[in-house]
């Protein structure tokens, strides 16, 4: 259960406050289809949320400082992401200060955010590199977002704060090391086609005769952030022929198809990759 | 943006992705891979994010922040409040050229659609704000105009405040200026209605079942 949504839990009905009759396609569906719903749908706040946003409209400005700074999600006081995104979002100031200390407020949580989530997954470092400019840079990005997405409409940040938050920073995360690693694959230069034979796994990619102890445990967290650093550096159509392959067991005309390309290229691009993340781990 | 048959029609990635968390909290790479094989033409793209993602915890509201954090926040949040600041005026511009464009003879197709049409002089009072908007008609309007309530409520409270005094005989009552908007139900019993239209007129202030 995500913090400071205590109200969301799998399965639950009121997971997401879509209209009834999706609600409904959802429940019946969970946990057997990608999740995806049926039909027209438009977002809509959770009731609750328009309610805290009204009260908080009539609040002493004095007060709504100290609230708006409340990071704990069980705090009495705490105002959730989406209201302050509805505030920002929409621009309101019934008194003088209000508009100020939200934006404020949500944008410093935004940051610690998405600052958090980069200190917990090292394998994203070589981006970050311990900068507060990459970081002053994505949260900008992401705030830009946050307030022109879907103008005159609702935007998923103030239904589902969190995974909106996060779909943006993978996203510019995924820009980011695009833009880093821009390279041509001449398919002149890739080894000879024919890979027969089941798919490696990746299992394959790490090291098995670390043995079992503390240090083996480091080693392969190690070895298997290296794996995915070095799999995002590859050229896209590689990675994604050894992603298809090694995370999916696709087979090869799927993987064609997805890569858009002939069955013999889909080969040689995993071959050239796997190659690749095998002199990664060597 | 439009569902059919549980594909998101022109979504962008990022929002294809956005709800694809809010449904899993912590997908597998199962999850990930009949979200590929809803939107092969975006397989790509997917793909990409979903290695970015694996092994990832949810993201999450961060109680302490770290000296790198405060600095990315000292640097930029001025510029982030001014850009709150620049995009509510550019809306309050919007929404005025389209209580505007309601304005004047354009009043009575708008009082009709709002069940008004023998009272379009209720409607230009609400729009230029001297009437405070009863419930059902705020609700409307904030479909019409594309704006929540609050910031409606704003802009008629500015547009009473900002309005000139009119010049004016009264005939039955004291010419007077209003410093602020009257309520809806002083302004439907001024008119002296029959009792039935007076009652479903005043009924617009109390919410819809």
């Known amino acids: 259960m995500r913090e400071g949504t205590p109200h969301i839990s799998r399965g639950s009905v009121f997971f997401f406050p879509y209209s009834p009759r999706l609600t409904e396609v959802w429940e019946a569906k969970s946990g057997t289809d990608h999740g995806l719903r049926k039909g027209k749908t438009t977002l809509k706040r959770d009731p609750k949320h328009e309610q805290a946003l009204e009260a908080l409209l009539h609040e002493d400005v004095a007060d709504l400082g100290r609230r708006f700074a409340i990071t704990d999600w069980q705090d009495p006081g705490y105002i959730a992401p989406e209201v302050m995104a509805t505030i920002c979002r929409q621009g309101l100031q019934p008194k003088g200060g209000f508009l100020d200390r939200a934006s404020s407020a949500l944008y410093q949580r935004l940051t610690g955010a998405v600052g958090g989530y980069l200190r917990r997954h090292p394998q994203w470092n070589h981006l970050v590199e311990g900068s507060s400019e990459f970081l002053a840079e994505m949260t900008s990005e992401i705030w830009t977002k946050l307030l022109t997405d879907k103008r005159g409409g609702t935007s998923l940040c103030e239904v589902r704060f969190w995974p909106w938050l996060e779909a943006r920073a993978l996203e510019y995360l995924r820009m980011q090391i695009t833009l880093k690693n821009t390279q041509e694959v001449s398919l002149e230069t890739l080894p000879p086609e024919e890979e027969d034979g089941e798919p490696a796994r990746w299992e394959n990619l790490i090291a098995a005769d670390l043995g079992d102890g503390p240090e083996a445990v480091v080693a392969r967290q190690r070895q298997h952030e290296s794996v995915m650093k070095r799999l995002m550096e590859l050229p896209p159509q590689e990675r994604q022929a050894v992603y298809y392959r090694l995370e999916f067991q696709y087979d090869w005309p799927t993987v064609a198809k997805f890569i858009g390309c002939s069955i013999p290229t889909a080969r040689s691009y995993y071959k050239s990759g796997y190659q690749k993340l095998i002199g990664e781990i060597e | ?209």
């Open chain 2, 1 to 209: 943006m439009t569902r059919d048959n549980g594909i998101i029609d022109g979504a962008h990635t990022v929002d294809i992705v956005a709800e694809f968390l809010a449904a899993h909290v912590e997908p597998t790479q199962e999850d990930w891979k009949r979200l590929i094989e809803a939107y092969p033409n975006k397989a790509g793209e997917l793909a990409d994010l979903a290695i970015l993602h694996r092994d990832a915890s949810p993201m999450q509201e961060e109680v302490e922040r770290t000296p790198l954090e405060e600095a990315a926040f000292s640097q930029t949040v001025s510029g982030a409040v001014n850009l709150v600041h620049e995009m509510r005026a550019a809306s309050l511009e919007v929404l005025r050229q389209k209580v505007e464009a309601c304005q004047g003879p354009q009043v009575r197709p708008l009082a009709a659609a709002m069940g008004l049409a023998a009272h379009p002089q209720l409607v230009s009072s609400v729009l230029a704000g001297t009437v405070r908007a009863p419930h059902q008609l705020l609700v409307y309007l904030e479909k019409r105009f594309e704006v929540v309530a609050p910031v409606l409520r704003e802009y008629f409270q500015r547009a009473c405040l900002q309005a000139t005094a009119p010049s004016f005989r009264a005939v039955n009552e004291k010419p007077s200026v209003y410093r602020e908007p009257r309520s809806w139900r002083e302004a439907v019993l001024s008119l002296r209605l029959p009792d039935e239209e007076t009652q479903r007129l005043l009924s617009m202030d109390e919410p819809s079942e």
